[in-house]
């Protein structure tokens, strides 16, 4: 075999509390996907840090053909060829695409001004590259998650490397834009370049890497050629021991009709949207990038102001005008953009999970504290977070376990119809089951799901019912018996 | 094999045991800055009795809290509101609008108590403006405050124009002279009562962990069902009630109102708040280290006036130690950050 282009030795990482790497390995070799692979919390972007010079490791070696290295700062990486999509991109909403995809790698014209004009043609040729159909000139607070997070690909690839990493690139992209995703590896993999894939889908693993790597608590674990392994292998591996059922959907019995809404529009993201969600149901949603389905869900939670449309909650007429109306009605949204919408990230663990509910966790205004913890601590364990302590500040978490802490803190509502949008966004196959576990004894109990996912395995074993949207409207319905992949993607794309 | 390969490493640690901190570690954290300010508060205590042999003296020391007693109690919701994320710039006009009400209202014969609900009325509604025009239009609090700082202080002076009201009850003097028990001022233990309620709202009730999500981050803060629009206007209009009392006090201390009354104050509150270790960003802050700093501006303001140092002076200092306290966590910050970098490098 041909030599690494990049090799780590003896690589370790300590944060406070936590061995975040100890002493790992890792190889890329050129012309060739490596898959880096651990639970929530193993370590995997914290050695992309490391990688791209944003923290210095306590210890070990960076040898980039063979020569060592020292990685310091951004520029660093930059000048050795790595280049990376990061799991949480710093972006600049305020800012246009353009100037976010050169915000540290302008162009200057030959007076060292800014090439403004050179570099909005140069993003107008990566987003078509990347297929990516949004305007250059458009500040980036108006795109969805998954179009900042194309636009951060962009980014990335607006400097020419040798090794790319990518760091969970298809978390919240649907099928359509994880197919563009998968031409653009091939493509980058043709052209020689190393590439390092983080992912917890191992569809993905199997279709496109050549390599894998296996982290286990901050620990190297073990690698090899992807050809070698199974998925239970590989599962084995990251956890210790085997994951036996990932969608556990139970059986459960559906009731009367809980919430129902009626030709809800809004003036430009959606149109006639029209549907029932009965007790004990999981309703879901399912669509291409850009297909409103969140605009929707955003409008039932009363962020979102409608143009007409009625909806009934509970048999009553249900007109949510902020957030804590829903709320108060029973209706309740974990959002998709953990960062900023989901988790207060410079507050502790115990107070996010909290924050819904305080109401009911104190006597007259008084928080127990006491009982604010046990609560944490419930739900903390029931969905496997791990963290050093329930006081740590969500921004210390993996993007995994910070996903964790946002859907902890609404189901620990117990609301009459939560509402998840991309609930399993970036969390490990273990504690993926835990949440589907979880959301299936809450439909036991009686309560109504409302499941926006991207990710079609997800919507086809714990959907009852499917709801398709394409542009804005509702192109198709499925039922449980009559659903089938090729079916649902296909009313996606309009077609 | 693979099997074999994998037991050889250990089982994921157990995560039931989360504990709920590590060992006090976030008090350590939280208490770091306040014990910074106590130290300074010693030097300056020890530095003052190193001037006068009259300082220690109770009553001189009773004096000495008059100083700094109105704006301190203006402090408390303040620190609130730039935990949230707002700012205030208008209270010293606010003072000025509520006192030149109190001096009309004085010379249509209304009594001590009446004069004192005035004043807070009026307070109330000049915070609940502000607030109202903020969250209505969505304009930032500095913009606003800015603009109604020279609105209600050019109301004052169209009212009042070089005129002063005097001759306020006899009565009316107790709020801002009177003395409850010894040397204890009515004023400065009305402040020391407050500052136990703002310290329990803060750091105990719902309220208080609300004001912290609004601050660390207001959108999530909305996506958790919280009335952000709510609390903003419900805290304008806290600090406006406060700035009435303010105004009360200090109309009631001096005994007249004019226009120029408590001009400069917001700076000098807002110093108090920031040297308190409220983050200016919003989302950090406790009232603890709001209630130190206020002692130590207290004795650094008296201990120049026993200097005989010049006002002037004084203001040139609170507008250096702004800067010097803003800027210190941002520079220390840079500093470890630097010292870190070297000492990985040199491994
Ligand atoms: N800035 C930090 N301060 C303290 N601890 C941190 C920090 N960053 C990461 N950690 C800890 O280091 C460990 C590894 O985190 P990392 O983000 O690398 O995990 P990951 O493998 O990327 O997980 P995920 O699949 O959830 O993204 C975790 O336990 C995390 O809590
Ligand atoms: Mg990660």
């Known amino acids: 075999m041909n030599r690494p282009v990049l090799e780590l030795r003896n690589i370790s990482k300590t944060f406070p509390g936590v061995k975040a790497l100890d002493s790992v390995e890792l190889q890329l070799y050129p012309g060739q996907v490596t898959a880096l692979i651990g639970e929530n919390g193993a370590g995997k972007s914290t050695l992309v840090k490391v990688l791209t010079g944003i923290y210095a490791p306590d210890g070990g070696e960076i040898l980039i053909d063979d020569a060592p290295v020292t990685m310091q700062a951004a520029t660093d990486a930059k000048r050795h060829g790595i280049s990376a999509i990061h799991q949480e991109a ?74 790319v990493i990518m760091d969970e690139p298809t978390a919240s992209l649907s099928h359509h834009e994880i197919q563009e995703l998968y031409r653009l590896v091939r493509r980058l993999r043709d052209e ?39 998925q239970d292998d590989l599962v084995a591996m990251m956890v210790g021991r085997t994951v036996s059922q990932i969608y556990p959907k139970e059986q459960t019995t559906i009731g009367d009709t809980v919430m129902s809404v009626k030709g809800l529009s809004h003036p430009s993201e959606f149109a006639d949207i029209d549907f029932d969600l009965r007790k004990g149901e999981i309703l879901g949603f399912y669509g291409l990038v850009g297909a409103g389905r969140s605009e929707v869900m955003q409008a039932l939670f009363g962020l979102t102001p409608t143009s007409s449309g009625s909806m009934e909650l509970n048999g009553k007429p249900f007109k949510p005008r902020t957030p804590g109306d829903a709320v108060d009605q029973g209706l309740v949204y ?162 | 094999m693979m099997n074999e390969e994998v037991l050889k490493h250990p089982m994921t640690k157990d995560i039931k045991d989360l504990p709920d901190n590590l060992n006090g570690d976030w008090r350590n954290k939280l208490m770091r800055w306040e014990t910074l300010l106590m130290v ?51 209270v010293a006009s606010t003072i000025a609008l509520a006192s030149v009400a109190m001096g009309f209202a004085n010379t249509m014969g209304a009594g001590p108590i009446e004069l004192a609900l005035i004043g807070m009325a009026v307070g109330t509604v000049a915070g609940f403006i502000n607030g109202w025009i903020i969250t209505r239009f969505d304009i930032p609090a500095i913009v ?98 406060f700035a009435g009392i303010a105004a009360v006090l200090l109309t009631s201390r001096i005994g007249s109102t004019r226009p120029s009354i408590a001009m400069g104050w917001e700076l000098e509150v807002i110093t108090m708040v920031v ?42 200092f609170t507008g250096c130690l702004l800067i010097l306290v803003i800027g210190t966590p941002i520079i220390w910050r840079r500093f470890l950050n630097a010292r870190k970098m070297r000492s990985n490098s040199g491994e």
């Open chain 2, 40 to 90: 300074f508060v010693a030097i300056a205590f020890f530095t003052n009795t190193q001037i006068s042999p009259y300082f220690l003296d109770p009553w001189s020391l009773s004096d000495a809290t008059f100083n700094f007693t109105e704006k301190a109690i203006i402090a408390l919701p303040m620190a609130l509101l730039i935990i949230a994320r707002d700012i205030d710039l208008s």
């Open chain 1, 334 to 495: 974990v959002p998709e953009d953990r960062q900023h919408q989901g988790a207060i990230l410079t507050l502790p663990i115990f107070q996010n999970i909290t924050l819904p509910q305080l109401g009911g966790l104190s006597r007259s205004g008084f928080i127990d504290m006491a009982r604010e913890y046990d609560v944490a601590r419930e739900y903390a364990t029931r969905l496997q977070l791990k963290a050093s302590s329930l006081s740590e500040n969500v921004e210390n978490l993996s993007g995994g376990n910070q996903q964790k802490v946002v859907i902890g803190k609404w189901l620990a509502t117990n609301p009459n119809v939560i509402i998840v949008d991309e609930p399993t966004k970036g969390i490990d196959i273990g504690s993926k089951a835990a949440v589907h576990k979880f959301m299936g004894e809450l439909v036991a109990q009686g309560l109504s799901v409302i499941m926006v996912s991207s990710e079609l395995p997800e919507v086809m074993g714990m959907a009852d019912r499917v709801i398709v949207m394409h542009e804005g409207r509702i192109a198709a319905r499925f039922e449980r018996d009559d659903m089938t992949a090729e079916a649902i993607v296909t009313a996606a794309t309009g077609a």
């Open chain 2, 144 to 241: 606003v405050t800015i603009g109604t700082m020279s609105l209600y202080r050019g109301i004052a002076y169209i009212v009042l124009g070089d005129d002063v009201y005097r001759s306020y009850p006899s009565d009316f003097a107790f709020f801002g002279q009177g003395y409850v028990w010894g040397v204890l001022s009515f004023e400065f233990l009305l402040f020391l009562c407050l500052a136990v309620v703002f310290g329990i709202l803060l750091h105990k009730t719902t309220f208080g962990r609300r004001v912290y999500a609004i601050g660390n981050n207001p959108t999530a803060a909305l996506f958790s069902g919280i009335n952000v629009k709510r609390h903003r206007l419900f805290l304008f209009t806290l600090v406006g009630l």
């Open chain 2, 275 to 316: 040297l308190g270790g409220v983050n200016i960003l919003g989302g950090a802050g406790s009232i603890v280290g709001v209630f130190i700093a206020v002692f130590l501006m207290g004795l650094v303001t008296f201990g120049m006036g026993l200097m005989n140092v010049p006002g002037i002076v004084m203001s040139i």
């Open chain 1, 192 to 230: 020689g370049k190393a590439i390092l894939f983080i992912s917890h889908k191992f569809d993905e693993i199997f279709e496109i890497c050549d390599r894998y790597t296996v982290f286990r608590d901050g620990q190297f674990v073990g690698s090899g050629g992807i050809a070698d392994v199974t």
């Open chain 1, 90 to 163: 710093v972006m600049f909403d305020e800012l246009t695409v353009t100037e976010n995809i050169f915000i540290n790698n302008q162009n200057r014209n030959i007076f060292g001004l800014l090439d403004w004009k050179l570099m909005r043609k140069r993003a107008k040729t990566l987003l078509e590259y990347l297929d990516v159909n949004v305007d250059p000139n458009i500040p980036l607070r108006e795109l969805s998650v998954a179009h900042k997070h194309l636009v951060s690909f962009a980014a990335a690839l607006s400097v020419s490397s040798s090794i």
